[in-house]
T-cell receptor
């Protein structure tokens, strides 16, 4: 199946700093990517839909100014957690939709810990 | 908004026993997908169901999509320790974005 990578796989940062997470589709072009957040022992919650060349669509309750999404190319979307706080500590997972098969492929996730 | 619930939340079985998780959506779905997530890992796609009443099998796993396209089930026959993980259903309303709403998940533990 298709491969989606995420970088970094884990990050520890101080409160108040910003963290950028990259999501890449390695062998297909993804016009649409999705960003999810998963707290321990909970389900995946969709944060936003990232569309190449246009603004991301955020889910209700997700602050667009805090979680900046940029989908500058067909193979890369980035999520920047600005002014991170301990409550932002979570597992962030991206997925990319292969327009050919319409299937979503998930990245390995990024575990963010804010001290 | 759309809600997707799964029961049970947890299930402990002895190896060799069967396991079933049920998924219910508050709205009619275009398709439903199932994922498995091992502890510490990311969701791995298992299957997609599209047609009303569809049944698909993958070795010991049987997936069903309800006639009304609002519920689904995953049944594992003769569980093995390798089946341990959390099983999520994820429903899509269709459309160009194909946004998925994940179910609450069922955590399966298999004991020898």
């Amino acid at each position: 199946g298709a491969v989606v990578s995420q970088h970094p796989s884990w990050v520890i940062c101080k409160s108040g700093t910003s963290v950028k997470i990259e999501c890449r589709s390695l062998d297909f072009q993804a016009t649409t990517m999705f960003w999810y957040r998963q707290f321990p022992k909970q389900s995946l919650m969709l944060m936003a839909t990232s569309n190449e060349g246009s603004k991301a669509t955020y889910e209700q309750g997700v602050e667009k100014d805090k979680f900046l999404i940029n989908h500058a190319s067909l193979t890369l979307s980035t999520l920047t957690v600005t002014s991170a706080h301990p409550e932002d500590s979570s597992f962030y997972i991206c997925s990319a939709r292969d327009p050919g098969s319409n299937e979503q492929f998930f990245g390995p996730g990024t575990r963010l810990t804010v001290l | 908004g759309q809600q997707v619930m799964q029961i049970p939340q947890y299930q402990h079985v002895q190896e060799g026993e069967d396991f079933t998780t049920y998924c219910n959506s508050s709205t009619t779905l275009s398709n439903i997908q199932w994922y498995k997530q091992r502890p510490g890992g990311h969701p791995v796609f298992l299957i997609q169901l599209v047609k009303s009443g569809e049944v698909k099998k993958q070795k010991r796993l049987t997936f069903q999509f309800g006639e009304a396209k609002k519920n689904s089930s995953l049944h594992i026959t003769a569980t093995q320790t390798t089946d341990v993980g959390t099983y999520f259903c994820a429903g899509s309303l269709g459309g160009g974005g194909n946004k998925l709403t994940f179910g609450t998940g069922t955590q399966l533990k298999v004991e020898l």
